[in-house]
């Protein structure tokens, strides 16, 4: 009898994925980034919004501003897209295991 509940002990224990701790924090920290990319989306868009509210008063400031809007967009599309890939790791861990 125990020899067979240690059988099936053992069988769970090859089926049951594991995660490793700094699975879990890499995970969580994927999650604060994703979080904070959201926030800089949303205030991303609510200087665009101001910027152009303030059309007619500041063409030339208004061209240095969306060039510097264009930057912070590839910037965060930058790390959005490293924060995917970091995510689509961990999930082929998470279920690989």
Not at 36 to 42: A, G, P, R, T
Not at 55 to 73: G, L, R, T, V
Not at 75 to 92: A, C, G, S
């Amino acid at each position: 009898m125990s020899s067979n509940v240690h059988d099936l002990l053992s069988i769970i224990e090859q089926h049951t994925p594991v995660v490793s701790d700094a699975e879990i924090l890499m995970h969580q920290q994927l999650e604060r980034y994703q979080i904070q990319i959201n926030s800089l989306q949303n205030k991303i868009s609510l200087v665009k919004q101001f910027i152009s509210q303030q059309q007619p008063f500041h063409q030339n400031q208004q061209q240095i501003d969306q060039s510097s809007m264009e930057h912070i967009y590839r910037f965060v599309e930058y790390y959005r897209n490293q924060i995917d890939q970091m995510k689509k790791k961990l999930y082929t861990t998470e279920h690989n295991n």
